[in-house]
């Protein structure tokens, strides 16, 4: 039988708990998360509770302060994680096919506006189709309906295999613009659009291309 912790004696005890809690290793991003941190948040508070004499009005008192403190404690901790977005929508759309087609060069100066303006989401999801449409325009890559932000990284490392890492994390960065609960951050924009624009000014490298070429006729041939 593992004995409950004494409750704390005054706000500042109960805030230092709080506050210790929160510091563990395991409050991180990993899938389910939140569920994991609610449901400890819930066994520490009943364990806590359980001490309490509610016959005493201060420890009541400290009962009511615990609850608005740990409500508190999980909404920075969602808001630190992601899983409380700052913007629910982006304002601009995020297939990389998008209607009507805008040039390259245009997209990269719509990303650098919106990043001026601090919409990090928008920059990203608009540097990254950029970074697509100038290898679409230079037919280094074929766009096709339905692709993904990694697919179209993985294909465009073809042909600049150098900035594959690069490319991949850009990726990551336009679906977190684009699919999930955290905002993109003003590095990972910033990084997309100054990718996009390199890539622009950049040569290829044509023999990685060749070479995916070749691997995908000769397993052809062998179907």
Known sequence: MILAAP???DPDEARARILEELA????????????????TLERWLMEVLDGIDGSSTAQAGIAVLLL???????????????????SHALSVAAHLDAEPVIGAAQLRRTAREA?????TDDAAVLALRALVRDLEERTLLEVTAGMTAHEAADRAGHSFPELRGRLLRGAGAFDT?????RPATAKQADDLLRLAEYIAESAPDLSGTEQAEARTAGTGADT
């Open 115 to 119: 990043s001026e303006a601090g919409r």
């Open 24 to 39: 563990k290793s395991e409050y991180d991003d990993s899938p389910g998360f939140i569920q994991w941190l609610l449901g």
């Open 7 to 9: 409750p704390p004696q």
């Open 177 to 181: 613009a684009a699919y999930s609960h």
């Open 68 to 86: 608005l403190l740990l409500a508190a404690a999980v909404f920075l901790v969602m808001r630190r994680t992601g899983l409380i977005r700052r």
